[in-house]
């Protein structure tokens, strides 16, 4: 059964999954560490976890397997996703894949070291209504996608 899991505390695109989602009649889970709200909708649920470092990337990792499709922006829980099977998007439709996975993790380390260094690195831009667009066209692919058997998926969407 394909689900979605989202990493819903920055997550700017809630709306777009909550959208395909009814169109495919798929479950989504919205996981966060605070009370975000959630329509009210039986495929729709909201998983509150605890406060802590994480623990929101713990649980969806823990769930993550072949047909989950995970919306995350966070490229070490993509990687444990990528690990488990999933299929993994980012808010602007790019996917994480094995193949990108790693220089992805080196990327943000390299981000992360510099930032500590004290060098000031710029955030990523604005989501645009295109970048929205792109989001729905790979989610709505990712689906058709995590349908087919493994045999026959090949999954071409961008790489985050």
Not at 52 to 63: C, E, F, H, N
Not at 91 to 105: K, V
Request: net charge positive.
């Amino acid at each position: 059964m394909i689900e979605i899991l989202v990493d819903a505390d920055a997550c700017p695109v809630k709306d777009e999954v909550y959208r395909v989602a009814r169109r495919y009649g798929l479950p989504v889970h919205v996981v966060s560490n605070s009370g975000l709200a959630v329509p009210p909708d039986p495929l729709i649920a909201r998983v509150l976890v605890e406060q802590g470092p994480d623990v929101a990337d713990d649980w969806i990792a823990g769930r993550a397997r072949a047909g989950s499709i995970v919306v995350t922006a966070d490229v070490p829980l993509a990687a444990r996703c990528v690990a488990a099977g999933a299929t993994v998007l980012d808010p602007r439709g790019r996917a994480f894949t094995p193949g990108s996975i790693g220089m992805q993790l080196a990327t943000r380390n390299l981000m992360t070291e510099l930032r500590s260094a004290g060098a000031t690195t710029g955030g990523p831009s604005a989501l645009t209504r295109r970048d929205r667009s792109a989001f729905l066209q790979a989610l709505d692919l990712a689906v058709h996608q995590a349908g087919r058997p493994a045999a026959s998926r090949s999954l071409r969407m961008p790489d985050a």
